[in-house]
C-alpha cells in the first residue's frame, strides 16, 4: 500500500482520520495514540508484514537505551557509562541496517575480488529501515547530547511509526515533532488543515501518478540493460529520469505533508526547487534537506566539519557524500554518484575561495547538467550501460546523420500521416522522441516558477479557492484510479504552477497563522 494506491486514499486514511478524531472528542487521548500506532504498523505490514516484530524491537531497544541516557535518577543510571552507552546504542542500529541493507553487496564484491565462491541467502531488504533506523540514531544522540528526553513508550512509538514519514522519510527529529504530538490544538478537527492537507497531497499524488509516472516509461526504457543510444535518445533518457526524480520525490514529500496535516502535524520541509540551485551546494539545502542536515550534524560535524585544515576539510566533505551516496543503496553505482558530488561540492569551496564568479544562468546551466549527468549513475545498473548513455549524449554526428531505420517503430507509430510530416519538418531523433521531449521542455518551464514563498495565497481561502482546491484533489484521484488516462496529461501544467504555490503557502499558512501569538 503506498501514498497514491486507491487502497490508501478511500479505505485507509479516512478510516484511521475519523477514528483518530472520535477517540479525540470522547477524550481518550492515549488510545487515540495507540490508535495511530496500531494504524501505522498495518501501514507498514502491509508491505510485508514479518518485519513488524523487526520494527518494534527496534523501536523497543532504542527507546531504552534512549531513556537510560536521558535518566537522572541516580537509582535508574545505567553502570555502563553514558558514552559507552550511546556507541554500543548506534553500534546495534548499524549493525541491524548493515546485515539487511549491505551483507549480499559486501559478500558479492568478496566473490568477485577474491575468486571465491561464498554463498548467502540473499536478504531481502525491509522497507523504511534506513528512514527509522536513521531517525532512531539521531534520537539517541540527541539524548546523550540532552537534546532529547523521552520516558513514555507509546509517545516513541508513535514519534517513530507515524505512516506519512515511515516509508521514506523525512529523517526526523525528537524535538520538532513530540511538541506536536503532545499540544491539545492538535487534538481537535482544524477545517483548514484539512483543506490545506487535501490540497497539497492531491497536487503531490498527481506529480507522482501523471507527471513521474509517465517519465518512468521512456526512463526505464532508455536504462534498459544494453541499449544502445544516440545524441536524442540518451539526451532524453537522462532528462527523464532528472525530471521523474524530481516530481517523484517531490509528490512524495507533497503527500507526506498533506496527510500528516489532516492530523494537524507538520512534517519538516524537505524538498524546496532543487532545480533552481545556482551552485552545487545551494542544491544539497534544497534536495533531501532532511538527510542534508542529519549527515551535517551526525557525520560531517562530528568528522571535524570545517574547524579544520583545508586538507582534512576535503576530505570530510567527499567522505560524508561517499557514506550518503551508500545511504542510499548498497552497490558502487551509488558509491560513485556520492563521489562525484562530493568532488563538485569541494571544487565548490576552491571556486570560492578563488574569488571566482560566474553569471547566474551560468551558475543554473552548469550545475542542473552535473546534476542530469550524475543521475546516469544513480540510475544505471552498471558502470557501462552508464558510459552508453553518456557516450550517446556528446554522440554529435548522430544529429544529423541519424537513419530513419534506426527508430523504433513505436517512436512513429502514435502520429501516422502526422509522423511522415514531423520527419520531413523536424530532424529525425527530434521527431522521433517528440513525447518525451515535449514533457521535458514542460518541465523545464514548470521548475522555473515561482514557489509560495513568493507567490502568497490569501490565509483565508475563498470560496473560489476552496473549489479549486477540491477539485485539484478530485482530478488527482481519478488520475490514481485511471492512471491511464490521457486527458490528464494537456492539465498537468495547470496544475503544477498552481502545486508551486500551494505546497510551499501551505508551510507559510503555518508559520504566519498557526503559530502567530494571536492563535
Same mark, same amino acid.
Given at each position: ?22 477517540? #479525540? ?36 531497544? #532504542?527507546?531504552?537505551?534512549?531513556? &537510560?541516557?536521558?535518566?537522572? $535518577? ?36 568478496? @566473490? ?39 520516558? @513514555? ?132 539545502? &534544497? ?61 565548490? &569551496? ?77 530532424? $529525425? ?54 492512471? @491511464? ?35
Amino acid at each position: 500500500m503506498t501514498f497514491s494506491s486507491p487502497k490508501f486514499i478511500l479505505i485507509f486514511l479516512p478510516i484511521v482520520f475519523f477514528v483518530y478524531f472520535l477517540l #479525540n472528542r470522547q477524550r481518550l487521548i492515549t488510545a487515540g495514540k495507540w490508535w495511530l500506532v496500531i494504524a501505522s504498523l498495518v501501514f507498514y505490514g502491509h508491505w510485508s508484514a514479518i518485519y513488524i516484530p523487526l520494527l518494534l524491537l527496534s523501536i523497543s531497544f #532504542n527507546f531504552t537505551v534512549g531513556k &537510560r541516557l536521558s535518566s537522572t $535518577d541516580e537509582n535508574n543510571v545505567s553502570t555502563i557509562p553514558r558514552k559507552t552507552l550511546l556507541c554500543m546504542g548506534i553500534g546495534a542500529n548499524l549493525i541491524l541496517l548493515g546485515y539487511f541493507k549491505y551483507t549480499n553487496f559486501f559478500i558479492d564484491n568478496i @566473490n568477485s575480488t577474491f575468486g571465491t565462491n561464498l554463498f548467502f541467502e540473499q536478504i531481502v531488504l525491509p522497507l523504511g529501515i534506513s528512514f527509522y533506523t536513521f531517525t532512531q540514531i539521531a534520537f539517541l544522540v540527541d539524548c546523550h547530547r540532552n537534546l532529547a528526553k523521552e520516558y @513514555n513508550f507509546i509517545n516513541y512509538a508513535l514519534f517513530v511509526t507515524f505512516f506519512p514519514h515511515l516509508i521514506a522519510g523525512p529523517i526526523l527529529h525528537h524535538k520538532e515533532m513530540m511538541s506536536q504530538f503532545q499540544s491539545r490544538w492538535t487534538l481537535a478537527i482544524r477545517h483548514r488543515n484539512i483543506m490545506m492537507g487535501l490540497s497539497i497531497f492531491g497536487i503531490g499524488l498527481f506529480k507522482k501518478v501523471v507527471i513521474a509516472d509517465t517519465l518512468a516509461v521512456w526512463a526505464d526504457a532508455g536504462f534498459a540493460s544494453g541499449v544502445s543510444h544516440n545524441f536524442f535518445s540518451a539526451w532524453t533518457t537522462s532528462l527523464s529520469y532528472t525530471f521523474q526524480l524530481y516530481f517523484d520525490f517531490s509528490g512524495y514529500c507533497d503527500m507526506a505533508i498533506g496527510a500528516a496535516l489532516l492530523f494537524n502535524i507538520w512534517l519538516p520541509v524537505n524538498f524546496n526547487s532543487p532545480y533552481k540551485s545556482l551552485d552545487i551546494q545551494d542544491f544539497w539545502r &534544497r534536495w533531501h534537506m532532511t538527510l542534508s542536515r542529519y549527515l551535517r550534524d551526525y557525520l560531517y560535524v562530528p568528522l571535524g566539519g570545517n574547524r579544520c585544515g583545508r586538507q582534512r576539510l576535503y576530505f570530510n566533505l567527499m567522505a560524508t557524500f561517499v557514506l550518503g551516496g551508500l545511504w542510499h543503496g548498497a552497490s558502487w553505482m551509488f558509491i560513485i554518484w556520492g563521489a562525484l558530488h562530493g568532488g563538485a561540492i569541494v571544487t565548490h &569551496r576552491i571556486w570560492k575561495l578563488s574569488g571566482l564568479s560566474m553569471p547566474h544562468w551560468a551558475g543554473w546551466f552548469c550545475t542542473f547538467m552535473f546534476v542530469n549527468v550524475t543521475w546516469v549513475f544513480f540510475r544505471a545498473t552498471s558502470v557501462p550501460d552508464a558510459i552508453l548513455i553518456l557516450r550517446g549524449m556528446i554522440d554529435f554526428d548522430s544529429i544529423r546523420n541519424l537513419p530513419t531505420n534506426l527508430i523504433p517503430t513505436a517512436n512513429l507509430a502514435w502520429g501516422g500521416t502526422l509522423s511522415d510530416q514531423l520527419l520531413y519538418l523536424l530532424p $529525425d531523433g527530434v521527431a522521433a522522441h517528440l513525447w518525451p521531449i515535449s514533457m521535458i521542455v514542460v518541465c523545464l518551464i514548470i521548475i522555473r516558477q515561482k514557489n509560495a514563498f513568493e507567490l502568497a495565497i490569501p490565509l483565508r481561502p475563498e470560496k473560489a479557492q476552496t473549489l479549486r482546491m477540491s477539485i485539484i484533489f478530485c482530478l488527482a484521484l481519478y488520475s490514481t484510479i485511471q492512471s @491511464n488516462s490521457s486527458i490528464f496529461l494537456f492539465l498537468f501544467l495547470r496544475l503544477l504552477f498552481y502545486e508551486k504555490e500551494s505546497v510551499l503557502s501551505a508551510y507559510h499558512f503555518n508559520v504566519v497563522y498557526v503559530h502567530s501569538p494571536r492563535h
